[in-house]
């Protein structure tokens, strides 16, 4: 099993930007799809994006189209999530999780434990 650990969190004003690193141990971490889920207070955990396995495909919420990119690095078992433009509604705990494919990243069994992102003035 992959073990996930999710940094580049914290607190930016609106029209900001982070990059969250979501760091893998495991041999097999390469052959997985990668996905960043996120969870605002009283809300249920939604889709971001996600990118297959080489890198080749990816994914996005329509609500970050445009502003935010996901991008791998396999050698340093580490995938990216470039947040610009950042909007207060952004605020939530973000996650990345693998799955074996980008149409399977829904039911994906291995999770971080989470990085808070808050955007506020």
């Known amino acids: 099993q992959v073990q996930l650990v999710e940094s580049g969190g914290g607190l930016v004003q609106p029209g900001g930007s982070l990059r969250l690193s979501c760091a893998a141990s495991?041999?097999?971490?390469?052959?997985?799809?990668t996905g960043w889920f996120r969870q605002a207070p009283g809300k249920d955990r939604e889709f971001v994006a996600a990118i297959s396995w080489g890198g080749a495909s990816t994914d996005y919420a329509d609500s970050v189209k445009g502003r935010f990119t996901i991008s791998r690095d396999n050698i340093k078992n580490t995938v990216h999530l470039q947040m610009n433009s950042l909007k207060p509604e952004d605020t939530a705990v973000y996650y990345c999780?693998?799955?074996?494919?980008?149409?399977?990243?829904?039911?994906?069994?291995?999770w971080g434990q989470g990085t808070q992102v808050t955007v506020s003035s």
């Open positions: 999780a693998t799955a074996r494919t980008i149409a399977n990243i829904h039911s994906a069994d291995s």
């Open positions: 495991g041999r097999t971490f390469s052959t997985y799809a």
